[in-house]
């Protein structure tokens, strides 16, 4: 069995909160969950030993929503995968007839919930309408002339998604009809702020992240920032002891940390914890984003450039979307950061080393597998297991931020 590689999308809820992600499989254009040779002896042991792992970790604990074609659902792959966490979306594609009914019956017994997707409104799709935990609406399709239509799913209490939500005005009117879940690029649109300054909490935080990216590093001074504030003290011990760094050695103070941790992990953690904290009322997938993406840039460059480099390409993906995050220009933010040309370059521009890594890191994240396989640093991989790459990246994200 080969899907080569998975992506995601996450699924929003009302308040920006994470519900869960569907999940894009490379092996075909639909995304779908592998269209797996059910005579195959090995393949429900492959899919039990190797896949499940994957989906629990690219989904970080939350929902995962899964495409199934007729023919899967149909030999009963939907029953290999957890039942609590799992969703079973079937694709506008599939041809309702008795066998599917059947089959979806079957797969509702077992506690499953199911979601249609890209639903039309169509009369073909009712008999299905009683087995339906959720329709996903694809407004792009669709368009936002919906009421009527909502009112129907609303009065038989069926929770509605939004599907390609690419704009907040989109987003907005979304709510107003009634949206439940939202799925889309909305949350990565800039929100520029119309303010003269930051809140005095952000200007402390990007002090302390221009003070870590100094080229010479004054441990005193960041030792003494913080030891001023108590989250940052208790953020630092508590990643210092986890298990991104074994949990073999106990650390009581932060001097004692500091020391431990050495130049290169000292400037990670300011970075990460700087952007959780600036980050706090934005959508959470927003951080979890900047962590998976810099984290995955990171083990790109350790596979296609020297071993030196690859902080810079980490630094990169963790800011990448630090705009948005503070709702300023990017310009604005990098104003007060002393960042290398080269990662400047690639933040503003997407231009120089960092900037093609990043370009390609944003095409997997999209699931734009044709264009993925086109860029030239994908092609310098050279057989390298990018989709492993992407789920060690997220297992990092998780230990980090949870």
Request: hydrophobic share 40%.
């Amino acid at each position: 069995m080969s899907y080569s590689y998975i992506a995601r999308q996450p699924i929003l809820t009302r308040d920006q909160k994470v519900f869960g992600y569907e999940l894009l499989f490379r092996n075909s254009t639909e995304n779908s969950f592998p269209n797996i040779d059910p005579n195959e002896a090995t393949s429900k042991l492959l899919l039990q030993q190797h896949l499940l792992g994957d989906i629990q970790t690219l989904c970080m604990g939350k929902q995962a929503f899964i495409n199934f074609h007729a023919r899967t659902l149909l030999n009963d792959f939907p029953s290999f995968l957890n039942a609590r966490t799992v969703w079973v979306e079937l694709l506008e594609t599939v041809g309702v007839d008795a066998p599917l009914l059947e089959a979806c019956s079957a797969t509702r017994a077992k506690g499953y919930r199911i979601a249609l997707d890209d639903h039309d409104f169509a009369g073909q799709w009712e008999p299905l309408i009683p087995m339906i935990n959720m329709v996903k609406v694809d407004i792009q399709e669709q368009g936002l002339e919906l009421d009527e239509k909502i009112r129907f799913f609303k009065e038989k209490g069926v929770p509605l998604l939004a599907e390609r939500v690419e704009t907040r005005g989109e987003f907005e009117r979304c709510l107003e009809l009634g949206f439940d879940y939202f799925q889309g690029f909305f949350f990565e649109k800039p929100q520029i702020v119309q303010q003269k300054s930051l809140a005095p909490n952000r200007i402390s935080m990007l002090t302390l992240l221009s003070e870590a990216h100094k080229k010479d590093l004054d441990l005193d001074t960041i030792r003494q920032a913080i030891e001023q504030d108590l989250s940052l003290t208790y953020s630092l011990l508590k990643l210092v002891n986890s298990a991104l760094y074994g949990g073999r050695k106990k650390i009581e103070n932060i001097q004692h940390a500091l020391v431990y941790l050495g130049t290169t992990e000292i400037r990670r953690f300011i970075t990460l914890v700087v952007l959780a904290n600036v980050s706090a009322g934005q959508p959470e997938e927003l951080t979890i984003k900047s962590v998976t993406r810099a984290r995955f840039m990171e083990l790109v460059a350790v596979e296609i450039l020297s071993e030196k480099h690859h902080s810079s390409a980490f630094l990169t993906g963790m800011l990448s979307l630090l705009d948005i995050i503070l709702g300023l220009s990017m310009d604005d933010v990098l104003k007060q950061l002393p960042l290398s040309k080269d990662i400047t370059k690639a933040l503003k521009n997407r231009e120089g080393v960092w900037g093609y890594l990043l370009q390609m890191t944003e095409l997997y994240e999209r699931g734009e597998w044709e264009a993925l396989d086109k860029h030239p640093l994908k092609q310098k991989l050279n057989g390298t297991d990018i989709g492993q790459l992407y789920i060690d990246a997220s297992q990092w994200c998780r230990l980090a931020l949870f």
